[in-house]
């Protein structure tokens, strides 16, 4: 069975501080691995990842793909009150569209 | 200028009856879906329509029909709705072998009674 598994389930920390967020996964057909931030509602992209250990950033975030260990992880530095939010990773399988499996998900609280 | 946009946002309805969400997306996508989140948090792929022809079909009970009546609209119909059907339901919308990134409606938080 496809599985998408993420931790912490939950982390929470001081503003300024920096975390990281893991994403492993165990599928079938790996195509990408997504990650997005859910706030109250729709689940908005951050980065999409498909290649091994090319970083990419934004900003104060980043991410990075080890497909031999099958993980990624969500680096965000210096945090925010406003970075508080669920974290979810989706790797996608496609199957003659996008099929994503989703994490359940990290919820992240920022201190002031 | 909403993206993908969904309605209604809320749907609070007694066991038994039938109800329609729609969805629709200004993107000029090619390719929509719907997803459902339960209250742990999990998104589920339920639907996928490419040009209007269905493309995936999850495990999903009969009592669902998906209609996509032009490549920019997805409705999700739910016949004899169950107290399981409570859930988030979101529409999103991709462009296939363009960049493929998903993109999320605002969701229709459905409540059965």
């Known amino acids: 069975e496809d599985k998408v598994v993420q931790s912490p389930l939950s982390l929470v920390v001081h503003e300024g501080d920096t975390v990281t967020l893991n994403c492993s996964y165990e599928v079938t057909n790996f195509r990408s691995l997504l990650w997005y931030k859910q706030e109250k509602k729709a689940p908005t992209f951050l980065f999409m990842l498909?290649?091994?250990?090319i970083e990419k950033k934004s900003g104060r975030l980043s991410s990075i793909l080890d497909k031999k260990e099958l993980f990624s992880i969500l680096n965000i530095t210096a945090t925010q009150t406003g970075d508080s939010a669920v974290y979810l990773c989706?790797?996608?399988?496609?199957?003659?569209?996008?099929?994503?499996?989703f994490g359940q998900g990290t919820r992240l609280t920022i201190n002031p | 200028d909403t993206a993908v946009s969904q309605t209604p946002k809320y749907l609070v309805t007694q066991m038994g009856n039938d109800k329609s969400i729609k969805c629709e997306q200004n993107?000029?996508?090619?390719?929509m879906y719907w997803y459902k989140q339960d209250s742990k948090k999990f998104l589920k792929i339920m639907f996928s329509y490419n040009n209007k022809e269905l493309i995936i079909n999850e495990t999903v009970p009969n009592r669902f029909s998906p209609k996509s009546p032009d490549k920019a609209h997805l409705n999700l119909h739910i016949n004899s709705l169950e107290l399981g059907d409570s859930a988030v339901y979101f529409c999103?919308?991709?462009?296939?072998?363009?960049?493929?990134?998903?993109?999320f409606g605002s969701g229709t938080q459905l409540s059965v009674l």
């Open positions: 989706a790797v996608d399988l496609f199957q003659g569209a996008q099929k994503l499996v």
């Open positions: 498909t290649s091994s250990g």
């Open positions: 999103a919308s991709s462009h296939l072998g363009g960049d493929e990134k998903l993109f």
């Open positions: 993107l000029g996508h090619d390719t």
